[in-house]
């Protein structure tokens, strides 16, 4: 996967870890931002897009689909 230091932030990588957020277009590790997933039926989820947890909270507050 990667080679990570004690505070876990990424020391090497390969580029299928890290995106760029949808919103504010911000690259950083896709364990660090939230992932926006879809399921129907009984099919697997197929990922739609990766957001940043600031522009994750302001998504939630715009349309008030959080309990935070």
């Not at 931002?33 to 998504?59: Q, W």
Request: net charge neutral.
């Amino acid at each position: 996967m990667g080679i990570y230091d004690g505070y876990r932030d990424c020391v090497c990588c390969a580029e299928r870890y890290f995106t760029a957020c949808a919103c504010c277009g911000k690259e950083m590790l896709k364990k660090q931002m939230v992932t926006i997933l879809v399921k129907r039926g009984y099919s697997n989820p197929k990922t739609i897009t990766h957001l940043c947890e600031d522009c994750y909270s302001a998504f939630c507050d715009r349309y008030e689909i959080c309990d935070q």
